[in-house]
Every structure is written in C-alpha cells, then in structure tokens.
C-alpha cells in the first residue's frame, strides 16, 4: 500500500494548506541531503507527499480516493488528469512551480534549492576538508603522502614540488557522493609545511645562514652548504665580513607555472673560538697597534 501523504507529512486529514506547507517546510529542512545525508528516501517521500497534498486538485483527488498516496490514479476515469498534470509539468507550465514546491526550496535553501528541487533532487556531493603536514623537504621537492579518505579509504596524494604553507590541493571527485545523478564533491586538501632547522622560505627562495671561521673570513676559503637538493661548495673571497649575503641560482624552490626555480641566499656569520689563545690575541693586539682600522661605527 502506497504511503498516506498526510501521515507522512505528520498533518491531519483537515489541515490548513498553510499548515501542510508549514510542516513541509519543517521537514525540509531537517531532511534536505544538503544538511542531513543519509535521509535522501525519506526526503524523497516528504516531496512526493507534498507534491500531493500541495497541490489542491491533486489533494481533492487523493481525498476523494482517485489517486494513491504516489499520484497514481486508482480509477480509469482519472487516468487522463494524471497524464495532463505530468505532461503540464514536463512542459514547465506546471510542475513544481505550479503548486509552490519550488518557492519553499527557494525560500529555504535559495536558488540552489529551486534548482534541486526541480531536478528531482540531485545535489552535488559536499566537499570535505582534510589538513596535512608535510616536512620542508617534501614541500620544496615533492613527495606522495598516504591520506585516509572519508569511510577509511586511502588515497595517494601526489604532493607537487613548492607547494606552499597553507595551499589546498583539491582532488577532483573525492569528497562526499552526490544525491542522485549529481557528480561527487571534491576533496580539498590544506597543506602544513614543518619548519626546517636550517632553510627558511620567501616566496621561491630559500634562506640559510652559514657560521664561517675567522680566518676563512680574512683568508677567503670554499665551505660546504647545504641545499634542498645537495650540498654545494660555496666560495668565501678574502675579506669577507659578517653578514655578507651569497646567491646560489636556481637552488630554491620550483612552483607550479614558474619558468625557473628560485634561488638560494646565504648569509654568512663570523664565529669566533670559544676559547681565544695567546697567538691569537697577540696577533691582533699586535695588527691593532699597526692599523687603525674603522669599521664605519658612529
């Protein structure tokens, strides 16, 4: 036996038409698959019992026991005003609009609501928020990281190479299923970089300070400096001073839609012993005496 469209709709049999929109709209909300997923046949069968009772020729005729609690005529004699009323709305004269179906959906849900509604239904599945931590190497190079997908599934996320902090990569098709024939959502991944003992980021650029030895400083001398792909020789020239700034091109990041990488810039940091012996004070003591060297101090 087909549902009673009042029980369903939790009315009596001689309610207001204010009222049978009144407890519609109350169950709407409550059941509409964009808010509630897992309520899409219960929802189904509050629009069909609307559709029904919504529309007064269409509740006489319930009423009157010509058609059932789906709209289907229980008589011969019916059969005509049921194919006239699907044939109204397959033209667009009637149908959802005709009896205020869509006007509830649009009041409630807005537009997207109206559109659901005629569509019989179908929504777009919603997309779903994941966050996931990366090292600094990862992000800079590129790595593939496992993430759990709604339900317990795994998926292999394709991290590419300079990826920022805080960029969302979206997986196309990976969120929640549609309603309906409707296309699934997508997943948007929000990516956390780690920060690194060593490198920093400006935009495609990797920072790095470097501790270099007096006497590499005064005498100049080749250090070895870490990248973010290997380590490199790194010339000191004679006379280098603290803080003196070294660009390594193309050692930074490579983002997506960049031509070229970044570069990397090395700032150099005079570290003097812990523990100053005798030959090296006498020494300075003894360049002090000879040159009055003035560093620009105020």
């Known amino acids: 036996m087909a549902d009673d469209p009042y029980a369903t709709l939790g009315v009596s049999r001689n309610a207001s038409d204010e009222d049978i929109r009144r407890a519609f709209r109350k169950l ?6 964009d808010i509630s997923k ?7 069968k509050v629009s069909s019992a609307y559709e029904i009772l919504g529309d007064p020729e269409k509740r006489r005729a319930f009423d009157r026991g010509e058609i059932d609690g789906r709209g289907e005529p229980r008589h011969a004699g019916f059969r005509q005003y049921a194919r006239g009323a699907r044939a109204g709305a397959g033209a667009g004269a009637a149908g959802f609009d005709e ?7 649009s009041d ?4 997207a609501g109206r559109a659901g509604a005629r569509s019989n239904f179908t929504a777009r599945g919603q997309d779903v928020r994941y966050t996931l931590e990366v090292d600094f190497l990862e992000s800079a190079l590129g790595a593939t990281k496992r993430v759990t997908l709604p339900g317990g599934g795994m998926l292999d996320l394709n ?7 805080g960029q969302v990569l979206r997986l196309k098709g990976k969120g ?7 296309e699934p959502g997508d997943a948007l991944i929000e990516v956390h970089v780690r920060p690194h003992a060593l490198f920093r980021r400006e935009d495609d650029d990797i920072l790095i300070e470097v501790p270099i030895t007096i006497d590499e400083a005064v005498l100049g001398a080749k250090v070895e400096v870490p990248t973010v792909s290997g380590r490199v020789q790194l010339t000191i020239p004679k006379g280098t001073s603290s803080g003196r700034v070294f660009r390594l091109k193309g050692k930074g990041v490579k983002s997506a839609g960049r031509a070229e990488p970044g570069d990397q810039l090395v700032t150099v940091r005079i570290v003097l012993p812990e523990s100053i012996d005798d030959t090296l004070a006498y020494f300075f003591s003894e360049w002090r005496q000879k040159n009055r060297y003035d560093p620009g101090r105020q």
């Open 159 to 165: 991290v590419p190479a300079g990826v920022a902090d």
């Open 28 to 33: 709407a909300k409550e059941l509409h698959p």
């Open 38 to 44: 897992g309520n899409e046949e219960r929802f189904k």
């Open 108 to 111: 409630i849900f807005g537009s």
């Open 99 to 105: 009896f205020g179906f869509g006007d509830i959906f």
């Open 176 to 182: 929640q299923r549609g309603v309906g024939a409707a």
